[in-house]
Each structure stands twice: as C-alpha cells, then as structure tokens.
C-alpha cells in the first residue's frame, strides 16, 4: 500500500492534537506543518521527536517526512 498525505495526517491525528495540519507528499517524501499546544514550552528538537514518537513504526511507512511545527501563538503570527 502507497502512503497518501492524508494516511501521515491521519496518523499523526491518532495520537496528537492538532488545532492545524497540512500534509504533502508524493508517497515517499512528505512535507507537514503542525500546530498543536502540545508543542508549548518546548524547543524545536522536543517538538519533532513527540510527533516521531506519535507516529511510532508507521514510520517504516514513511521514507522521509520534513515536518514545520509551530506553537498555536507562532501559527497566529504567521
């Protein structure tokens, strides 16, 4: 089965909430900008890792997934 963008939205859906998720990709290499108040207080390294471990061994799926998160105050400013 070929990844689709939404199948990585749906993922990381099933285990962060997000208040925005945009996700691209062409089946190996995606693309996603992640709002989430998960994301508060934390650096850009910590904020990467919790969606890593959201997405768990579904990475095996994944062959590259370049990720944009931002804080819900950060989206509001963009």
């Known amino acids: ?3 689709t963008p939404d199948n990585v939205k749906e993922f990381i859906l099933e285990g ?3 208040e925005h998720i945009q996700v691209e990709g062409d089946g ?3 693309e996603a900008v992640i ?3 998960a994301f508060e207080g934390k650096g850009m390294l910590q904020q ?12 095996e799926k994944i ?6 998160t ?6 509001a400013n963009k």
């Open 48 to 59: 990467h890792k919790l969606v890593y471990q959201v997405l768990g061994g579904k990475m």
């Open 70 to 75: 931002l804080t819900p105050a950060q989206w």
């Open 16 to 18: 962060l909430e997000c």
């Open 35 to 37: 709002v989430s108040k």
């Open 1 to 3: 089965m070929k990844v």
């Open 28 to 30: 190996r290499h995606f």
């Open 63 to 68: 062959h590259a997934l370049s990720m944009k």
